[in-house]
């Protein structure tokens, strides 16, 4: 069969076989499928769509087009956590020191921003001497000894995935949802931990902007985890709004910081709690309910944060700064954005929160971008908030003053108010399982 025949098959609505999907995935990643034959498929997947039994396929072709991580050594303990991107999600820096706190085995590989989402691995950096890159025998030492250890994603992972991903970005086919889980899923089981926690954001702020798409997402990824043997649950969490109160590198270590020290933060803490139980949840075979109390003890007793630091230190990093969060430097500038309205703040577009906070130099658009780890926002005012005429809104922090008045007004422009408080939103819609993980 060609790939031309490829190509009309899926264009018919057929059901594409796992042989027909290989010989796709690997033409592409070796340079014997061009880019309009691949952006074809992929427009034709993104038409009609794929069965669960054609995602599981690309995403093991996918997963298995480059190197994996054998975790084998560390006996069923191994979870990973995985977020389909936000504004303001430090969730990693709580959640996974919790668990290695709790008897879990973290072994995370994490990427780095891009567009109005953070990506963990920049928060990481912001703090000076922590080391995104080891070899994988240090990476795995570190894992035994701490209980957890993060790093920059390695190359040689699912080149296939990057390869398509690329594509997909300038095709207009990223938003397809057997694609999105077939990304994310060819990642987890590359890197193979036992247990996957998958945090699938909705909202404003997120990929997935209805609970019914949110769902579908969580659903797709749960049955592919299954499939491969993986320990599955996904999270419905809310992204109407920021998660926390501060968006930006080092101001996001800083704020994780203070949750670690038992400060409960709105919305953040109750999201940590969630991830992390589920996280022990499927690792300890335990109830949600006693996994959750093992957590939220974690949390108010301080071994979370006393895991945080050795991990922080195993990695190179400099604990005084976790220790003494006020050694950060600080941006050159501050300004405070004030409201120009009185009333109940009833929607945030929080995609456009996290674009301006990538302006201030938060966030980059291509991969090769510099980013000012001091650079930021932190909120005054969220969702559901009454705001007089006057008040600040938020404060913006950066390096470079340029344009900070445009900027002001961008997030200006992104809130809407009411006279009436809006209806409370929910921080966990709901959470998917697989059978295992019940």
Request: glycine share 10%.
């Given at each position: 069969m060609t790939v031309c025949d490829i190509i009309r098959k899926k264009r018919d609505g057929f059901e594409l076989s796992e042989e027909e999907i290989f010989t796709f995935v690997n033409g592409y990643t070796g340079s014997v499928i061009p880019d309009y034959q691949a952006s074809a498929l992929l427009m034709a997947i993104y038409f009609n769509g794929m069965s669960d039994r054609e995602t599981a396929a690309l995403t093991k072709a996918m997963a298995y087009s480059g190197d994996t991580v054998d975790l084998s050594a560390f006996s069923g303990l191994?979870?990973?956590?995985?977020?389909?991107?936000?504004?303001?999600?430090?969730?990693?820096?709580?959640?996974?020191?919790?668990?290695?706190?709790?008897?879990?085995?973290?072994?995370?590989?994490s990427g780095r921003g891009l567009g109005f989402t953070g990506g963990t691995v920049d928060k990481l950096s912001s703090i000076p001497g922590y080391r995104t890159t080891m070899d994988v025998s240090e990476f795995l030492s570190i894992v035994d000894r701490v209980g957890m250890a993060v790093v920059g994603q390695s190359e040689r992972l699912t080149p296939a995935d990057k390869a398509l991903y690329a594509l997909r970005d300038v095709t207009a086919t990223v938003s397809s949802i057997p694609l999105i889980a077939s990304s994310i899923m060819s990642k987890k089981i590359a890197t193979g931990s036992d247990s996957v926690v998958l945090d699938v954001k909705v909202g404003s702020g997120a990929f997935m902007k209805s609970i019914r798409d949110a769902e579908k997402l969580a659903e797709k990824m749960v049955n592919i985890g299954t499939a491969h043997g993986i320990n599955t649950s996904a999270v419905i969490t809310d992204m109407n709004r920021p998660l926390g109160y501060s968006i930006g590198n080092n101001l996001e270590v800083i704020e994780a910081i203070k949750i670690l020290r038992g400060e409960k933060i709105p919305g953040l803490y109750e999201e940590c709690v969630s991830l992390a139980a589920n996280m022990v949840m499927l690792v300890k075979k335990c109830t949600y309910v006693a996994a959750e109390k093992s957590v939220t003890e974690a949390l108010s007793t301080g071994k979370a944060y006393d895991k945080f630091k050795e991990w922080i230190s195993a990695q190179g990093g400099d604990i005084s700064y976790i220790e003494d969060t006020g050694k950060f430097k600080p941006a050159k500038?501050?300004?405070?954005?004030?409201?120009?309205?009185?009333?109940?703040?009833?929607?945030?577009?929080?995609?456009?929160?996290?674009?301006?906070?990538?302006?201030?130099?938060?966030?980059?658009?291509?991969v090769n971008d510099s980013i000012d780890y001091s650079a930021g926002i932190v909120l005054a005012k969220k969702?559901?908030?009454?705001?007089?005429?006057?008040?600040?809104?938020?404060?913006?922090?950066?390096?470079?003053?340029?344009?900070?008045?445009?900027?002001?007004?961008?997030?200006?422009?992104?809130?809407?108010?009411?006279?009436?408080?809006?209806?409370?939103?929910?921080?966990?819609?709901?959470?998917?399982?697989?059978?295992?993980?019940?």
């Open positions: 191994t979870v990973d956590k995985h977020s389909t991107g936000g504004v303001g999600d430090k969730t990693t820096l709580v959640v996974a020191p919790v668990a290695a706190a709790l008897g879990c085995k973290v072994a995370k590989m500038y501050s300004v405070d954005v004030i409201s120009e309205e009185t009333g109940y703040i009833c929607r945030m577009d929080t995609e456009k929160i996290g674009i301006c906070a990538g302006l201030l130099g938060a966030g980059r658009k291509t969702y559901g908030d009454r705001v007089n005429r006057g008040e600040p809104l938020c404060t913006l922090y950066t390096n470079n003053e340029d344009g900070i008045g445009d900027i002001a007004d961008r997030y200006r422009a992104a809130l809407d108010f009411s006279a009436d408080a809006p209806e409370t939103l929910p921080t966990v819609y709901r959470t998917v399982h697989n059978q295992e993980s019940i």
